[in-house]
């Protein structure tokens, strides 16, 4: 039987960077992977495909709508989608094959197939049995959906099938108005698919400060979807050439349909721990069905650990890899921390939207007292420039000492601009650092300098 010191179950982003970063710390690493390529949900059928698509769709929409207004003249491009799916693949193929040569480049083996748990510090992989001195679940999450509607990956589709469509439909619901809903949504909507958004709520974007998801909604309006909030959907009945959907309205509990063509089902993800001998183990979970781990991402069975959209905390790839550098350096005797207070969220769609730290609503609650500083970037040249002014930069700060408890963003480059603010909160830094700190010009980053600005005395160009 081989042993390791680590055996890291789950090749995704919290999994695969878990065991690079125990292969460089002198321990001997095996990862067990069941798909055909590394990366896990993320890379192949998750956050690296959408943004692909993302980025086509977008600049689709640039054509058709901005191009001529810089003197970019020609014939408007069309939409292949086949083509457009190889675009996507290439990508996914790229990232992949990426991870699996830093495997190789750090001696981690790649253990092909599905992993069980036999017993502490033993893990079967297609009936080979191989020994750690430490495991670590790190098997990610699958799509949830909702009761009574049945996914076929054709016309009722989860993300994963979404990435995968023949052509463009003519008509979509959205079930979720998500971060996967929303982004997804916009790409199809940008080539050319009527998009209505059914969300259960009465608000898009569940936890996100509430000013910026009202104008996001806005924004999105403008781009042509349709919202119908405060909507429980009830079923997906597939007809011949279409789909009905019935919702009840919650406002006078009333009945509505929409007939469509698709279906996307974005009613988030859960933790997927079958099969994995977890309760054979002894491993305790909690309610939610995620493993439950203490402070520094142990369980309570000594030598099994577990990260990411398994665990508790928002599934992030982000938030997983963090996670995965902390489990690799507790189990070398180092001192592996993730500071769950600053971990950026983001919603890749065009503009951005990006917050890390507290919303105002949280504040509110908490009797935290403190100031706001915005900025829009229509005050911004760069934005201004690139036809891209609509929104905003916001950061909360402690009213007696400044120092930022939060930042919240919706425009261009947001999920870029909003690490200046994950460094500044790491170090304590106040509103008043990071406007005394010097931004080129012209750059979008200026705006979240004036909104620290905003903070104090005032921003400049506002």
Known sequence: MANYDVIVIGAGP???????????????????????????????VGCIPSKAMLHASEMYHEAHTHFDTMGLVGA?????????????QSTVDSNTSGIEFLFKKNKV???????????????????TEYGAKNIVVATGSEAATLTGIEIDEDRIVTSTGALELKSVP??????????????????????????????FLDHITPGMDSEISRTFQKLLTKQGLKFKLGAAVKSVEKLKTKLKVTYQVRKDESTETLDTDVVLVATGRKPYTENLGLAEAGVEMTDRGQVKTD?????????????????????????????????AESIAGQRGHVNYGVIPGVIYTSPEVASVGKTEEE???????????????????RAKSHFAGDGFVKILADKATDRILGAHIIGPMAGDLIHEVCVAMEFGAAAEDLARTCHAHPTFSEAVREAALACGDGAIHA
């Not at 408007?76 to 675009?87: A, F, N, R, T």
Request: a neutral charge; glycine letters at 16%; hydrophobic letters at 40%.
């Open 76 to 88: 408007s491009p069309k939409v292949d989608l086949p083509k457009m799916l190889g675009y996507k």
């Open 295 to 327: 402070a520094h991402l142990n369980t309570n069975v000594p030598g099994i650990w577990a990260l990411g959209d398994v665990v508790a905390g928002p599934m992030l790839a982000h938030k997983a890899e963090d996670e995965g550098m902390a489990v």
């Open 170 to 199: 003519k008509k979509m619901v959205v079930i979720g108005a998500g971060v996967i809903g929303l982004e997804m949504g916009s790409v199809y909507a940008r080539l050319g698919s009527d998009v209505t958004v059914l969300e």
């Open 14 to 44: 919290g999994g695969y960077v878990c065991a690079i970063r125990c292969a460089q710390l002198g321990l001997k690493v095996a990862c067990v992977e069941s798909r055909q390529t590394l990366g896990g949900t993320c890379l192949n």
């Open 363 to 381: 504040l509110k609650e908490e009797g935290h007292a403190y100031t706001v500083g915005k900025f829009p970037f229509m005050g911004n040249a």
């Open 109 to 127: 083996d790649w253990l092909k197939g599905h992993g069980t748990i036999t017993a502490p510090g033993k893990v079967d992989v297609a009936g």
